[in-house]
């Protein structure tokens, strides 16, 4: 799906770069049009965030960071412990702090503080405020298998 995505917003760079011209948020509508549309084909949310607004003018680097994927907004726990989520952020990305985050209203959530930035992992989402390494891709990869598709199968 990453990879994709990447080909997507490659693909239609020159548009996007005639759209920034324009107006930004011409650029960024152009922008969230095809992200929705790759995650669509995957039967997931994705999302483009801009936290630092000039990042939009960093076309080379979209879909390299700052990413959200949705599968499941309603879902309220993992289908597998948090500690085993933990663990693997660890042993897929090296010197992180894993921790609990959003325990409210029964409902379960981890962060992962890495060195610039942190992941956001819910029962039905994750949210990327980082750069995405090859480490982080074969993690992502991993939480779709045993977090957001087991979870998937489970409910069908």
Not at 8 to 18: A, D, P, R, V
Not at 80 to 97: H, M, S, W, Y
Request: charged letters at 25%; hydrophobic letters at 35%.
């Amino acid at each position: 799906m990453h990879s994709e995505l990447l080909f997507n917003l490659k693909y239609h760079n020159k548009e996007i770069q005639e759209s920034l011209k324009k107006n930004p948020n011409i650029a960024y509508q152009l922008v969230n049009q095809l992200v929705e549309f790759t995650g669509s084909r995957f039967n997931v949310t994705l999302n483009l965030h801009f936290p630092d607004p000039k990042k939009i003018y960093d076309v080379e680097n979209y879909g390299t960071e700052n990413l959200g994927l949705v599968v499941d907004k309603f879902r309220k726990s993992f289908p597998i412990p948090r500690q085993l989520i933990k663990q693997k952020a660890i042993e897929f990305l090296g010197d992180v702090t894993p921790q609990d985050a959003y325990m409210y209203e029964g409902k379960e959530g981890l962060k992962i503080l890495i060195g610039e930035g942190r992941i956001e992992i819910l029962p039905g989402s994750m949210h990327l405020w980082c750069r995405i390494d090859e480490n982080l891709k074969k993690f992502c990869d991993w939480l779709m298998q045993e977090v957001f598709l087991n979870n998937r199968k489970n409910s069908i």
